[in-house]
């Protein structure tokens, strides 16, 4: 047992349980949420880990008839005679204080950042370990939430190998530009980032009004000369913005701006999307970063009082990506996987020299924040219960 029960009462005319547990801490459970999560077949299919009951049928007023208990688990009986039992484990990792809360919350999203700038030492895991150990790919995506970034090195040079993370995960991200794309100079590119030339920081695809989470870039062939990956910390530049300048920040994470994306690839598209640069949470948390200046559109849905100040806001955050002790540079080599957080990190590249051949070549492709922390967590269940 991690905990048990020492005691069981009705509060609040029957409309509240409380337990007193042997560690000395107590829980408040309201009867109204009790009802609604009751267990049995009736009202929970176990098979889908589901709820069955219907908000139609719950009486939100209800109170407790009957109440037992033992060290194990509760026993209440309800108005109408429906019977519920909840286990003790399952009870004490639901409780609603505060501490409780914020536990369970930190076990099912695992918020913690680390945040760094030029002095990144780069997370470097083996390819084919992540692909065939647990317990190296899920350190391989609890560093790619905390961090942001990791290397994985040894992969073959061909393609191929980011459908090998994808099915590691369960599955990539389709976009219109296919399950993977391949990064190298085009004529007539219907992408910047498929020509020799400069890219400046960026996050991928903010056309889309769901961004994919996660990208994979698998380096196949590299240029001699240029051709070097910059990123920076987005979440670590906001941060730095914020205290900086207040104005700024409240701009770029309170403006709508247009982004568009139109060609043919995987099939024909023309894409719409409107995003605030900075995304918050509720409580004001930097959660997202949309921001590609190749597919920012020339309409703008702003009052004309209000361009001038955007522009100055959005080079200030610009300004800030490029100082020396922001961003971390390094060069791919063929074999390496580099996985990032595209809603954190912004990357980049240098330019290179066009050559008669391709000189330079990565695959790259697209998952989803849902698909790698359900991979993380289902790894972290399996670890856990091994031990």
């Known amino acids: 047992m991690h ?27 309201p009867a109204v949420w009790l009802r609604d999560n009751c267990q049995c077949p009736d009202c929970y299919l176990d098979s889908a880990k589901a709820r069955k009951l ?30 519920s039992e909840f286990e003790a484990d399952w009870l004490k ?11 369970l919350q930190r076990e099912l999203f695992l918020p913690e950042c680390q945040y760094w700038g030029a002095e990144l030492q780069l997370p470097t895991l083996d390819f084919e370990d992540v692909l065939k150990n647990d317990e190296h790919a899920c350190k391989w995506l609890s560093t790619l939430k905390k961090i942001g ?3 994985l090195t040894g992969a073959s040079d061909k393609r191929g190998q ?21 990064v190298q100079d085009k004529i007539d590119a219907n992408n910047v980032a498929y020509t020799t030339g400069k890219l400046s920081f960026h996050t991928d695809y903010p056309a889309l009004h769901h961004p994919p989470g996660v990208q994979f870039l698998h380096c196949i062939k590299q240029t001699v000369t240029g051709g070097d990956s910059e990123i920076v910390d987005g979440f670590n530049v906001c941060r730095k913005l914020r205290e900086k300048n207040p104005r700024a920040f409240q701009i770029l994470s309170s403006t709508f701006v247009d982004f568009t994306d139109i060609g043919v690839d995987y099939c024909d598209f023309s894409v719409q999307s409107k995003h605030k640069i900075i995304e918050l949470d509720d409580k004001g948390q930097v959660v997202r ?7 920012r559109d020339t309409v703008f849905d702003a009052p004309v009082e209000r361009v001038q100040p955007f522009y100055a806001a959005l080079k200030e955050f610009v300004d800030l990506m490029n100082c020396k002790d922001s961003k971390f540079t390094f060069k791919m080599n063929p074999g390496d996987v580099i996985t990032f957080d595209n809603w954190r990190l912004l990357h980049g590249r ?5 050559g008669t051949e391709i000189s330079r070549h ?22 856990q219960n091994r031990n």
């Open 3 to 29: 905990c048990a029960i020492q005691n069981a009462a009705v509060l609040d005319g029957a409309h509240l349980m409380q337990v007193f547990w042997q560690d000395g801490s107590e829980s408040l459970y």
């Open 54 to 83: 219907l908000i139609e049928a719950l009486d939100v007023n209800i109170g407790i008839q009957g109440l037992t208990f033992d060290r194990k688990k509760v026993c209440i009986t309800w108005p109408n005679e429906h019977y």
């Open 93 to 103: 990792k639901r409780c609603f204080s505060q501490q409780a809360r914020e536990k």
């Open 149 to 151: 970034i990791v290397r």
């Open 162 to 182: 980011v459908l090998k993370l994808g099915k590691r995960i369960g599955f990539l991200y389709l976009t219109f530009y296919g399950h993977t794309w391949q």
């Open 289 to 295: 970063i949309n921001f590609n200046n190749a597919t």
């Open 350 to 354: 240098r330019s290179y020299e066009a």
């Open 362 to 383: 990565l695959e790259g492709a697209y998952a989803d924040w849902d698909v790698v922390m359900s991979r993380l967590r289902i790894l972290r269940q399996s670890i």
